[in-house]
């Protein structure tokens, strides 16, 4: 133990950590997203809470694919299911499924709450046409397109700011769990919507072992759309904070 030095990394490895130290401020000034905003049946979403200590609050989600990849500092491509739910007095969204392809990003994430995984995630532009997949481990667990030439009525989303996740850490004998902690994140004021197109969209969703995506149908499409974000996460928003500790 003879000169060992505390690094102040904020993740593994110490000699040369995975998240560096100046993750946070972030920008991506054309954040590209194609999403559907969907109902689900309530017994479902209440099945998917049920080991969380969050409440039911709707039935209605928001499913997306996200294109961050012209951010200089964290460049990555994003997916995820949105559920609008409450902690105590709080009502946000909480990421119930995420996934995305920059293990810095994910590791991130994860710092946060965020239960990020990895998938190969595309979102592609062919004149009107915008199609986004997200691919785990073989299988397309999301699937959405959409036509921006045909419009659809603006649908109300469900709420998206603030997001409240589950910091868990479980023991190294993997039988219990060391620390639980419920965050809170909210970069919204930073963030500037540049355009939002709601137009119809085709949605499918599959399941792996571990990504139980088909579990949420039946689906009922509301409609969706095309968005266009100036998003900033800055030293004093864009970091996660501890808002209750369950364990």
């Known amino acids: 133990m003879a000169g ?14 995975l998240v560096p130290r100046n993750i946070v401020p ?33 039935n209605k989600c928001m499913i997306y694919v996200n294109d961050f990849s012209e951010s200089k500092e964290l460049p990555y491509m994003d997916s995820a299911i949105l559920f609008e739910v409450r902690y105590k007095d709080i009502v946000g969204a909480l990421y119930m499924y995420e996934w995305e392809d920059n293990d810095v990003a994910i590791a991130t994430g994860r710092m946060w ?45 469900p709420t998206t700011f603030p997001h409240l996740n589950i910091l868990t850490i479980p023991n190294p004998d993997g039988k219990s769990i060391l620390m639980q902690k419920v965050t809170l994140r909210d970069n919204s004021s930073t963030c500037k919507t540049i355009s939002d197109i709601p137009c119809k969209v085709k949605l499918s969703l599959n399941s792996t072992d571990n990504d ?36």
């Open 4 to 17: 060992f030095i505390v690094e102040h990394g904020i993740n593994n490895p110490v000699q040369a950590p």
């Open 26 to 58: 972030y920008t991506n000034h054309n954040s590209m997203t194609l999403y559907a905003i969907c109902e689900v049946p309530e017994k479902i979403v209440k099945k998917h809470l049920a080991p969380t200590p969050f409440e039911y609050v709707s």
């Open 113 to 157: 709450g965020y239960p990020k995984k990895y998938a190969d995630i595309h979102l592609e532009r062919k004149g009107n046409i915008i199609h986004g997949t997200t691919i785990r481990k073989g299988t397309i667990l999301i699937d959405i397109e959409a036509d921006i030439s045909c419009p659809s009525e603006l649908q109300a989303k």
């Open 212 to 247: 139980p995506l088909g579990d949420f149908y039946p689906l009922n499409v509301l409609g969706g759309g095309f968005t266009i974000t100036d998003f900033e996460a800055t030293e004093e928003n864009g970091w996660a904070k501890i808002i209750d500790t369950i364990i």
